[in-house]
């Protein structure tokens, strides 16, 4: 056989391997969804590098949360590296990426999204725990930095009047993470009625739970907007009655 079809032979090899582990390791919603060329396999984690969706942090946790997944977590320093390598180099993703960790329900205690407490950290100076005091409560979710080594840095997690005053932009790329022990696409495994009327419950429930805790975001984000907002306009009256005076 000729190099030429030794070589076509091997490519093809690698490439029917690689779509193997993606198999085997990728939902087959997420697989029916994304192009095979943003999936990556690690560790027995499968990854979704989404470059084209420009999201809110609420936003790109509920399109994971679609198929089983969070928003990637870099617990330790390799999958970090891993991480900000792929993003940079193989993906060209150069700007901040969300990924799931934030201080959302106590301030500068930082959890992930499988809620399991934050052990190693990679912040930037000046972010996570040790943001300044004026920013530390407006700024409560977690992007990783590409262009910045990989160091993490917090942001607002959502559009609203804040956002727009700070020219913040709530709206970045993300990775989503599907932590699976071992799945087969290729196997129709039949599932009994009952079996699949608890999961179907369980899937509602923890619909209700997502909408119930981004209800409460927005509430929360609105009623910050509109208590700065007053308070802009009662400085802005006092302002101009003192002028008038």
């Not at 193989?90 to 399991?116: A, C, R, T």
């Not at 005053?165 to 970045?172: I, R, Y």
């Not at 932590?179 to 196997?187: A, E, K, R």
């Not at 981004?214 to 208590?227: E, G, P, R």
Request: hydrophobic letters at 30%.
């Amino acid at each position: 056989m000729s190099f030429v079809g030794v070589s076509f032979l091997l490519l093809v090899s690698v490439v029917a391997a690689t779509n193997r582990t993606l198999e085997n390791s990728c939902p087959s919603g997420v697989l029916g969804m994304a192009d095979p060329f943003y999936l990556q396999v690690y560790d027995g984690s499968c990854y979704h590098f989404v470059k084209n969706k420009m999201r809110t942090f609420g936003d790109a946790s509920a399109d994971c949360r679609k198929y089983g997944g969070t928003l990637a977590l870099p617990k330790t320093q390799s999958l970090n590296d891993y991480l900000t390598v792929q993003s940079s180099k193989q993906y060209k993703m150069l700007n901040p990426i969300w990924i799931g960790l934030h201080d959302l329900f106590k301030e500068k205690e930082f959890v992930w999204q499988d809620n399991s407490k934050m052990e190693w950290s990679n912040f930037a100076k000046g972010n996570g725990p040790d943001n300044n005091i004026f920013r530390r409560g407006l700024e409560d979710c977690v992007a990783i930095d590409p262009t910045d080594d990989g160091l993490w840095h917090d942001y607002q997690c959502n559009t609203g009047f804040i956002a727009s005053v700070t020219f913040s932009k709530p709206k970045k790329m993300y990775i989503c993470q599907y932590t699976l022990d071992f799945v087969d696409n290729s196997l129709d495994f039949s599932v009994k009625k009952e079996d699949q009327g608890d999961k179907e419950q369980q899937d509602k429930d923890q619909q209700d739970k997502d909408q119930k805790y981004k209800d409460q975001q927005d509430k929360d984000q609105q009623d910050k907007d509109q208590q700065d907002k007053d308070q802009q306009d009662k400085d802005q009256q006092d302002k101009d009655q003192k002028d008038k005076d």
